[in-house]
């Protein structure tokens, strides 16, 4: 079955650590200018989502959401999120940890397309719980 966002092996680790610290979190890919485009942490009851976000998928049973313009953009392309060494944004919560998020990309195999396009669009993020 395809996704859209999976995560590396070191980052769901990152994800479990974060989540025994700081308990339930979602993910919001970023767009705007201060913080690179990179995948924000937060704990998930400090971030609200309404009909401008889609839920692209859950990456370590986390929530993984973008804003619904910038899904434009990023439909054809599985994310995968990754972490590497450095300071994340001062809102994201790793920040203090010494690592980053970081979204990796790749373009979707036509099989895959016509899979996700069976599927629909995401849902809106009025529509998580």
């Known amino acids: 079955m395809v996704t859209r966002v999976s995560?590396?092996?070191?980052?769901?680790?990152w994800i479990a650590k974060l989540a025994r610290k700081h308990g339930a979190l979602l993910f919001h890919q970023s767009g705007g200018c201060c913080d690179?485009?990179?995948?924000?942490?937060y704990p998930r009851n400090e971030f609200i989502l309404g009909s401008s976000d889609v839920l692209?998928?859950?990456i370590g049973g986390m929530p993984f959401c973008m804003s619904a313009s910038q899904f434009e953009y990023w439909q054809h392309t599985h994310l995968i999120i990754d972490?590497?060494?450095?300071?994340?944004?001062g809102f994201s919560i790793e920040s203090?940890?010494?690592?980053?998020?970081?979204?990796?990309?790749?373009?979707?195999?036509?099989?895959?397309?016509?899979?996700?396009e069976k599927l629909g669009p995401p849902p809106r993020g009025d529509m998580v719980a």
Do not use: K, Q
């Open 36 to 41: 690179g485009s990179a995948p924000m942490c």
């Open 7 to 13: 995560a590396t092996p070191e980052a769901l680790e």
């Open 56 to 58: 692209l998928g859950e």
């Open 83 to 89: 972490v590497v060494p450095g300071r994340g944004s």
């Open 96 to 116: 203090p940890e010494g690592i980053r998020f970081l979204t990796r990309s790749r373009l979707y195999e036509p099989d895959e397309e016509a899979e996700l």
